[in-house]
């Protein structure tokens, strides 16, 4: 396993529409191995492919509170299905947007059918917090971040912040 680079916005990769997976071999699976240990690293709860800079439909998350008990979850090529249309608004926040948190509204219960890590398809009814996270994540399979849901006006003070952020982060004391 690795720990990879997390894009950070704002960043035309991070706009990308991820390609659906074939079928999940030992590369995938590979890259999700990767990816569980980047998001555990960085202390999220959720990392999509591109997110790292791979245009794959793949996700990993885990919601679980306790640090000992990893509940790691993979999803490829996920799919939403039985949208509510009850909405539900949650603080969100994303590890391509450091630091800054967006109010979001998404159906509160959804469906998701998907493969998973050994490539079996399934079916996942999800509300909560799991809602909230799976369709936060699958919109980064179609190239949306959450600066999708801020005003013109706190998206560029954002991006400002962050370009500066990043400018720092590339400087090398020698
Ligand atoms: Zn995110």
Not at 136 to 148: A, K, N, S, W
Not at 149 to 163: E, G, P
């Amino acid at each position: 396993m690795a720990i990879r680079k997390i894009i950070i916005e704002p960043d035309p990769t991070l706009k990308k529409i991820s390609e659906p997976v074939d079928r999940v071999g030992t590369e995938e699976q590979k890259l999700m191995d990767d990816m569980l240990e980047t998001m555990y690293y960085a202390k999220g709860i959720g990392l999509a492919a591109i997110q790292i800079g791979v245009p794959k439909r793949i996700v990993v998350m885990d919601l679980s509170k306790d640090e000992k008990k990893k509940e790691p979850m993979y999803f490829v090529n996920p799919i939403i299905k039985n949208k509510n249309q009850d909405l539900s608004k949650f603080e969100e926040g994303c590890l391509s947007v450091p630091n800054q948190f967006v109010e979001v509204s998404r159906p509160s219960t959804c469906e998701i059918e998907y493969l998973d890590y050994n490539g079996e398809k399934r079916n996942l009814k999800c509300d909560g917090l799991l809602a909230v996270c799976i369709q936060h994540e699958i919109q980064h399979l179609d190239g949306i971040t959450i600066l999708r849901y801020v005003s013109n006006l706190k998206r560029s003070m954002i991006v400002k912040k962050l370009s500066k952020l990043k400018a720092n982060e590339d400087r090398v004391v020698l």
